[in-house]
């Protein structure tokens, strides 16, 4: 990309990797404050409305550039969502493990998840994220390949899978 500015061309490997996940907590912590103050002002259900809403825009941009940059073809199947997943910016805070369940299934676990481990360590609840989840993570999959459906979900506060934070399970239609 030509348009870099020389400041960040000049950085190391090390430097890079530093800033990727400065500018990823940094992303996060956006989210999280601009929640937090609608939450506090108006509640839950209205922080929620609006979380829905930016979710679902952003998870479109977010897995449009993904597919471009990893050069994916119309239809990847698993195997691309599987890569697209590796390069979400929430793939550089959280731990999670992706399953291929043969050639039509795809399993994405959230083992850590940063958004639930700093609103415990302040004392909050647990967002209650299935409702927005499942916009996010349903309109990625789609945009990285069209024939897939959210299928199942282990979520809070719907959460049914105690071995992880959230988990995803995707399908591709017939």
């Not at 190391?12 to 999280?32: F, P």
């Not at 550039?65 to 990847?76: A, G, T, V």
């Amino acid at each position: 990309m030509s348009n870099i500015p020389e400041h960040i061309k000049a950085l190391s490997k090390e430097q890079l990797e530093e800033l990727l996940v400065i500018t990823a907590k940094n992303e996060l912590a956006l989210d999280g404050h601009y929640f937090q103050n609608i939450e506090r002002r108006w509640g839950m259900d209205a922080a929620m409305d609006v979380d829905v809403e930016v979710w679902a825009r952003f998870t479109e941009t977010e897995a449009f550039r993904i597919k471009k940059f990893l050069n994916l073809p119309e239809h990847p199947g698993p195997e691309g969502l599987k890569r697209a997943f590796l390069y979400r910016f929430y793939g550089i805070l959280n731990t999670g493990e992706m399953i291929i369940e043969g050639d039509d299934t795809f399993i994405y676990r959230t083992t850590h998840c940063i958004v639930q481990n700093a609103r415990a360590a302040k004392g909050m609840p647990w967002h209650p994220c299935k409702l927005v989840g499942v916009v996010e993570w349903g309109k990625f999959a789609k945009v990285i390949d069209d024939r897939f459906e959210l299928t199942e979900c282990s979520c809070y506060p719907e959460k049914t899978d105690d071995t992880c934070a959230c988990s995803w399970t995707f399908k591709l239609k017939k």
